[in-house]
């Protein structure tokens, strides 16, 4: 993009455009593309661009009104938006289906959530069998399936996301327009099971390991950063793969069913990461594993004023 005066020239064009023009001009100001990142610009001209006929910034909004993202947050405003959407477009009858079948409050908080198992006391380690459904499961694949990227670790001299032979899944990072109100509503599931808010946790993430691919021994908790990751959610999205099963070092040996989830506590008493929660993902030998992963911070992640009302 040449001078500023050229990109003014670009951004006053799409304004005045077409539905297509709104929502490109919506994710420049979603993402800090060309322009400042500004999200609630962006849910406005999404909601330009979805009265304007396109699906997919009623999408995105819809995703915004759920999670809070640039605006106040309406959980039932979200569905209704999302009831509407389905009676033309698949997906998002597939995602209402989801919703209708579990036991939500007016939030989207979860009334309720299946039992846990002690696997260590300490450090804690906890298993929940069947805390998605094997519908979700599903739907996650599927949801993550054209964003899966080759993964990258966070480097520790630079601080920057690269890639690494640590880690070498795919993965997909479902960011909050990314965030469909079934992610949503098991994000709202994982942070029950964490008994923190579900703001603390970083974007969940969907990866795909194949043949040959694993995780290396790791601990999540990153040294010396401020706001730790102090939890991690796993949960198994699919059976029928060789290998790949998760391992602490202090010996336990993890391969949950569809829908179980793997829950463990990366720092100890002082909030210092602990190293007795270093594990790996097991090279995959046959098939295809999938795992849903969320790192839960000690404090919101990505702060927004307007999140916090009715969270
Ligand atoms: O693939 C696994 O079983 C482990 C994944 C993991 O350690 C992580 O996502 O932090
Ligand atoms: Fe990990």
Request: aromatic share 10%.
């Given at each position: 993009m040449a001078d500023a005066g050229h990109l003014q020239d670009a951004i006053g064009m799409l304004e005045h455009g077409d539905a297509d023009d709104l929502f490109e001009l919506g994710v420049w100001f979603d993402s800090g593309?060309?322009?400042?990142?500004?999200r609630a610009h962006a849910r406005d001209l999404f909601g330009r661009a979805a009265d304007a006929g396109s699906p997919q910034a009623d999408t995105i909004l819809t995703n915004f009104l759920g999670n809070g993202t640039g605006g106040s947050r309406d959980w039932a405003a979200a569905v209704d938006r999302l009831r509407q959407r389905s009676a033309t477009d698949e997906r998002a009858a597939f995602e209402l289906d989801l919703i209708e079948q579990m036991d939500l409050d007016e939030n989207g908080n979860p009334t309720e959530i299946a039992m846990d198992q002690l696997l260590s006391a300490s450090p804690n380690i906890r298993l929940v069998p069947g805390l998605l459904t094997k519908g979700e499961c599903a739907y996650l694949a599927v949801a993550a399936g054209p964003y899966l990227q080759p993964a990258t670790v966070v480097d520790n001299l630079s601080g920057k996301a690269i890639r690494n032979p640590i880690r070498t899944s795919e993965t997909a990072v479902m960011t909050p327009p990314l965030e469909s109100l079934v992610i949503q509503a098991i994000n709202r599931r994982l942070a029950a099971a964490t008994e923190t808010?579900?703001?603390?946790?970083?974007p969940l993430q969907v990866l795909r390991y194949q043949p040959g691919q694993e995780y290396k021994p790791h601990i999540d908790a990153i040294p010396s950063?401020?706001?730790?990751?102090?939890w991690t959610a796993l949960v198994y999205?699919?059976?029928?793969?060789e290998g790949g099963e998760t391992q602490f070092v202090s010996g336990a040996f993890v391969r949950g069913q569809t829908g179980t989830a793997l829950i463990f506590r990366n720092v100890d008493d002082e909030g210092r990461p602990d190293?007795?929660?270093?594990?790996r993902g097991c090279p995959v030998t046959k098939g295809t594993k999938l795992l849903a992963s969320r790192w839960i911070r000690e404090r919101p992640f990505a702060p927004d004023p307007n999140q916090h009302a009715n969270a």
């Open positions: 593309r060309w322009v400042a990142q500004d808010n579900v703001y603390q946790g970083e950063l401020d706001n730790q990751r102090v999205l699919n059976d029928g793969y190293k007795r929660t270093a594990h």
